[in-house]
């Protein structure tokens, strides 16, 4: 009777396990390269960062590859447009970083005609 139990509690959380696999074999990432350097407005001089975007879908990364030099493109312009002192900060950087989510997003709504863009993560991130 205890090994049947054994067995049973066993096997569901073999199941589980691969229930918790196959919802999250869908996400992928995919890095922007190279690195982005932009000259930024104020006391500092530039940016650099490295910025991988998060898909829960993995088959949207062939689309957010076509469109990668779209999103460069959009992030650089942002990136230029930025105070230096102000992106120092940790709210700054926060704040940055849902701005260029929402243009990347809407970049991909305009040219692939779906977001795809789940979330958006600086890798490296130096203001100097």
């Known amino acids: ?13 073999l199941f589980a396990a691969d229930s918790d696999n196959e919802e999250s074999a869908g996400l992928a990432y995919y890095e922007l390269t ?12 530039y940016i650099r960062c490295d910025v991988q975007l998060m898909t829960q879908d993995g088959s949207n990364l062939p689309a957010i590859s ?18 230096g002192p102000k992106i120092r900060t940790t709210k700054g950087k926060e704040k940055l970083r849902k701005q260029a ?21 600086f890798t490296t991130y130096l203001v100097q």
């Open 34 to 45: 190279p690195s982005i350097v932009v000259n930024v407005k104020g006391r500092a001089k």
């Open 66 to 83: 076509l469109h990668a030099p779209a999103l460069r493109h959009e992030l650089l312009l942002l990136l230029s447009d930025q105070d």
């Open 101 to 121: 989510l929402k243009a990347l997003r809407r970049v991909m709504k305009e040219l692939a005609g779906d977001e795809m863009i789940d979330d958006l993560f």
């Open 1 to 13: 009777m205890l090994l049947s139990t054994l067995l049973i509690f066993t096997t569901l959380q």
